[in-house]
């Protein structure tokens, strides 16, 4: 092994769970269903995380609730993520889910959207680190599986206080700690502060996964050298490419770019995950939830704007499929890109 790889082959720990590979799955609401993360999991992904379910809204247990929970042998190991600030809805939540199998339970403090943080919910607990560190302590007391936390660098760029964050969470002992490098009021964009990761990772003795715009292997090697995090979690830059977990393992072993995949593997990839979308979430919705990976999945291609809009019509299998197969042709004449 060069000296400048990552060691993706050691292992990251987090609690008893032992991971062969350091990168992880990210939640990501609305995304991550069951068929996107056996997809990814098929490429390489090891761990991954259901949707975040929000601890109040648990205990109406709703339909939706409970779908989101399902889960299989071959979607393991697994990550629930858990939203709150209240002790009685996320005591209640977690004997909720105590009754499903899973390894890691993550207590969101960094989702950035307004009604959740206007509640004192995600991202609004770095503002109040002690009382972060409270409910990640009736957490750890109840948990029977590692429980880790994901934070934001900040709430703004004047309020930067993750490495204090960081502390009072270990602090309650957790198992690990998930940073995604911008402050709530980035939101998803601006660039990505290594540097605090870096600060936080030096500070605390437990596992630190970093996330954000690890988007190629070239990024994600980035992520590693500049932050020494131990692991790293992959969100957008595993929409409509699954392929990512294979790429960014191979260089981080290696330091070699393995082979894109051609629009033969995407077509055949797409038509699996919109039939698992359909046989998860029947036909209507399935093709609806589809309609969005229609769209990742052709990033890049050459003018395939018109294809993306006609999905946001489609609403049976064969509307989406006739899409699909009108947009392998069109890409065949004119080439991916
Ligand atoms: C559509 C979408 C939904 C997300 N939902 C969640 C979520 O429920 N919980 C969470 O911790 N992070 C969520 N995230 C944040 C990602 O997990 C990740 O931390 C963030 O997008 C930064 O990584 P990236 O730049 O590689 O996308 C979401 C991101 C996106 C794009």
């Given at each position: 092994m060069g000296i400048d790889t990552v060691k993706e082959c050691s292992m990251l720990k987090i609690g008893k769970l032992k991971l062969k590979s350091k990168l992880i799955l990210s939640p990501m609401a609305g995304i991550s269903d069951l068929p996107f993360r056996l997809l990814n999991r098929k490429f390489g992904c090891e761990l991954a995380f259901v949707e975040m379910l929000n601890a109040r809204s648990m205990s109406y247990k709703s339909?939706?609730?409970?779908?989101?929970?399902?889960?299989?042998?071959?979607?393991?190991?697994?990550?629930?993520?858990?939203?709150?600030?209240?002790?009685?809805?996320?005591?209640?939540a977690m004997d909720i889910i105590s009754h499903y199998k899973f390894d890691v339970l993550d207590f969101n403090a960094a989702c950035p959207v307004r009604k959740i943080v206007r509640r004192g919910e995600g991202a609004s607990l770095i503002k109040n680190p002690k009382k972060l560190n409270q409910l990640l302590g009736l957490i750890v007391k109840n948990s029977a599986v590692a429980v880790t936390v994901k934070i934001r660098t900040g709430w703004d760029k004047d309020s930067v206080n993750a490495r204090e964050t960081a502390l009072y969470a270990q602090d309650a002992g957790i198992d690990g700690l998930f940073i995604h490098g911008r402050t709530r009021m980035?939101?998803?964009?601006?660039?990505?502060?290594?540097?605090?990761?870096?600060?936080?990772?030096?500070?605390?003795?437990?596992?630190?996964?970093?996330?954000?715009?690890?988007l190629s292997p070239q990024l994600a090697k980035k992520m590693f050298d500049e932050t020494g995090c131990d692991g790293a979690a992959i969100a957008r830059g595993a929409l409509g490419n699954p392929w990512i977990f294979?790429?960014?393992?191979?260089?981080?072993?290696?330091?070699?770019?393995?082979?894109?995949?051609?629009?033969?593997?995407?077509?055949?990839?797409?038509?699996?995950?919109?039939?698992?979308?359909?046989?998860?979430?029947?036909?209507?919705?399935?093709?609806?939830?589809?309609?969005?990976?229609?769209?990742?999945?052709?990033?890049?291609?050459?003018?395939?704007?018109c294809f993306r809009k006609k999905t946001s019509l489609a609403k049976t299998r064969d509307d989406m499929v006739n899409i699909i197969k009108a947009c392998h042709k069109h890409v065949g004449e004119h080439g991916l890109s």
């Amino acid at each position: 092994m060069g000296i400048d790889t990552v060691k993706e082959c050691s292992m990251l720990k987090i609690g008893k769970l032992k991971l062969k590979s350091k990168l992880i799955l990210s939640p990501m609401a609305g995304i991550s269903d069951l068929p996107f993360r056996l997809l990814n999991r098929k490429f390489g992904c090891e761990l991954a995380f259901v949707e975040m379910l929000n601890a109040r809204s648990m205990s109406y247990k709703s339909k939706k609730t409970a779908q989101m929970l399902i889960s299989g042998s071959k979607d393991r190991p697994l990550g629930i993520q858990l939203l709150g600030s209240e002790p009685k809805f996320i005591l209640k939540a977690m004997d909720i889910i105590s009754h499903y199998k899973f390894d890691v339970l993550d207590f969101n403090a960094a989702c950035p959207v307004r009604k959740i943080v206007r509640r004192g919910e995600g991202a609004s607990l770095i503002k109040n680190p002690k009382k972060l560190n409270q409910l990640l302590g009736l957490i750890v007391k109840n948990s029977a599986v590692a429980v880790t936390v994901k934070i934001r660098t900040g709430w703004d760029k004047d309020s930067v206080n993750a490495r204090e964050t960081a502390l009072y969470a270990q602090d309650a002992g957790i198992d690990g700690l998930f940073i995604h490098g911008r402050t709530r009021m980035q939101g998803y964009s601006g660039s990505v502060d290594y540097g605090v990761i870096r600060d936080v990772k030096k500070a605390v003795s437990i596992p630190v996964i970093a996330s954000g715009d690890i988007l190629s292997p070239q990024l994600a090697k980035k992520m590693f050298d500049e932050t020494g995090c131990d692991g790293a979690a992959i969100a957008r830059g595993a929409l409509g490419n699954p392929w990512i977990f294979k790429e960014v393992s191979a260089f981080l072993k290696n330091g070699r770019l393995i082979k894109k995949p051609d629009i033969n593997q995407i077509i055949k990839v797409m038509l699996e995950h919109l039939d698992a979308s359909i046989d998860f979430h029947g036909e209507h919705l399935g093709v609806i939830r589809f309609r969005k990976f229609f769209s990742w999945y052709t990033k890049g291609f050459y003018k395939v704007r018109c294809f993306r809009k006609k999905t946001s019509l489609a609403k049976t299998r064969d509307d989406m499929v006739n899409i699909i197969k009108a947009c392998h042709k069109h890409v065949g004449e004119h080439g991916l890109s």
